[in-house]
Structure formats: structure tokens, C-alpha cells
């Protein structure tokens, strides 16, 4: 059993940059490859970015790449999403997600087995 607690939403300007963080319960943290979703008003869950267990590879959605960087710190039990040059379209609550253990990446939120309660950001412009 996996529990997840995001920290680190909150509104935001335009172009401003966040910081999420994601802690992990339990001692198989770094067997578990994460993601990071999000879902807006009226809009399906999209994956944002992922980063696999090595810690070695990630992906990352078109609408965020070059803007949002996906890291973790296995020593710490925690995954983090830098948000940079934020956009209003950028507004949802995000959820981060573990699949595994020793699962590949993926950005089907259907494949991950563990959620957090999910986290408001708000980009006003």
C-alpha cells in the first residue's frame, strides 16, 4: 500500500513558476514509477509527465514540455513537478500517481494503482 500527499498549490500569475510535491508512505517508494495529472473543470484527467523508478527516464505532455520538469528523491520518499512559465490554461487541480513496482512509464491514468487527494493551482492572467 502506497499513500500519496500533494503540497505546493496555490494561485499563481501568469508566467510565475510552482513548485509540487508529492509525499510517499512506505518503504518501496523507489520501486514505484510516478506521474503527475491533472484535470480542470469539465475536462478528462491528462497526464502531465511521468518519471520511471530508475529515476532515468521520463516523458512529458506536448502542452507542458520545456515548461514542467518531472524529478524525485528516493532518499526523501518524494516526487516533485517544477511548473514554470505557468499559463491560465495551466489551471487544474494535480494529482500525482504511482504504478508499479518496477512498472515502465505511462500516461494512462488507468494504469496507475495509488492516488493523492489531488491539489489546486490557479493561474489568473
Known amino acids: 500500500q502506497v499513500q500519496l500527499v500533494e503540497s505546493g498549490g496555490g494561485l499563481v500569475q501568469a508566467g510565475g513558476s510552482l513548485r509540487l510535491s508529492c509525499e510517499a508512505s512506505?518503504?518501496?517508494?523507489?520501486?514505484?514509477?510516478m506521474g503527475w495529472f491533472r484535470q480542470a473543470p469539465g475536462k478528462e484527467r491528462e497526464c502531465v509527465g511521468s518519471?520511471?523508478?530508475?529515476?532515468?527516464?521520463?516523458l512529458y505532455a506536448d502542452a507542458v514540455k520545456g515548461r514542467f520538469t518531472v524529478s524525485r528523491d528516493n532518499a526523501k520518499n518524494t516526487v516533485f513537478l517544477q511548473l514554470n512559465s505557468l499559463k491560465p490554461d495551466d489551471t487544474a487541480v494535480y494529482y500525482c500517481?504511482?504504478?508499479?513496482?518496477?512498472?515502465?512509464?505511462?500516461?494512462?491514468?488507468?494504469?496507475?494503482?495509488?492516488w493523492g487527494q489531488g491539489i489546486q493551482v490557479t493561474v489568473s492572467s
Open positions: 512506505g518503504r518501496t517508494f523507489s520501486t514505484y514509477t
Open positions: 518519471i520511471m523508478w530508475t529515476g532515468r527516464s521520463t
Open positions: 500517481a504511482a504504478r508499479g513496482p518496477f512498472a515502465l512509464l505511462s500516461s494512462a491514468w488507468e494504469s496507475y494503482n495509488y
